[in-house]
């Protein structure tokens, strides 16, 4: 079987400073193929060249709740105020084809083994977290993938189905064999674990290693384009938090 090295990237949330910071890290680690967990959109104020770079470079991707907020796969009802607004923004800036390619993208999805789902393995219409070992116990029930990959809480975080499981917050992963893993990748355009530095995972199939790479962007430049497009002020606040 041949090996590869992932870059495997998601809740980028139109967030193309960040991005543009991950893109270019990306082509410096020598990575041979692209994942994406969802949310490509939402949020901040590049949807269009975020949308264009994911369908242009990934081998995969899935759909977030906000990408399908933007399509109408998802009811609105299910935003608070602030992701709402992004999500209607959205629409208005993005064309009929863009949309309807959000609207095209599985909810889950594998890739040479690996599984990659935006919020959950079951019921990933529900955009539920996986947060807790409990949580990630009834995912690992429903895999059948040793790996998956996925984003939504915007936390990086590694759950291992070991007996008892357990979970790990650290930037380097050895894949135990024989053992179920689930990686959050935390989030390209907003990081939430109080850690402002855009997050990407690296999967190296040889090595059976996944790396957490965080990375410091302009996010005086992200800022400054969510609050000139008139989105709320909170969107661009909370870059600085990371959170
Ligand atoms: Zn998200």
């Known amino acids: 079987m041949n090996t590869l090295r992932y870059a495997i990237i998601g809740d980028i949330h139109s967030n193309l400073t960040a991005l543009e910071t991950v893109k270019a890290d990306i082509h410096d680690m020598e990575i041979d193929e692209i994942l994406c967990v969802g949310d490509l959109v939402g949020y901040a104020a590049r949807p269009r060249e975020c949308l264009e770079f994911v369908r242009e470079n990934a081998a995969a991707v899935v759909a977030g709740n906000h990408d399908y907020g933007v399509s109408g796969a998802l009811s609105l009802e299910y935003f608070n105020a602030d992701a709402m607004n992004a999500v209607q923004w959205t629409r208005e800036v993005l064309s009929e084809e863009e949309i309807s390619y959000l609207d095209s993208l599985p909810l ?85 674990d109080l850690d402002p530095r855009s997050s990407y995972a690296i999967y190296d199939s040889e090595e059976r290693r996944v790396t957490l790479r965080r990375l410091e962007y302009n996010i005086e430049q ?17 870059l600085y938090w990371g959170q």
């Open 222 to 238: 992200a800022a400054r384009r969510i609050t000139e497009a008139g989105l709320p002020p909170n969107n661009a606040q909370r």
């Open 108 to 192: 889950i999805t594998e890739y040479n083994d690996i599984l990659l789902v935006h919020s959950t393995p079951r019921n990933p219409e529900a955009f539920a977290y996986i947060q807790t070992l409990y949580d990630a116990t009834i995912a690992f029930n429903q895999m059948e993938n040793n790996l998956a990959l996925i984003g939504h809480s915007h936390a990086p975080i590694v759950f291992q189905d070991s007996d008892p499981p357990d979970y790990f917050l650290v930037n380097e992963f050895e894949l135990p064999e024989g053992q179920k893993v689930l990686i959050n990748v935390g989030s390209v355009g907003q990081p939430r």
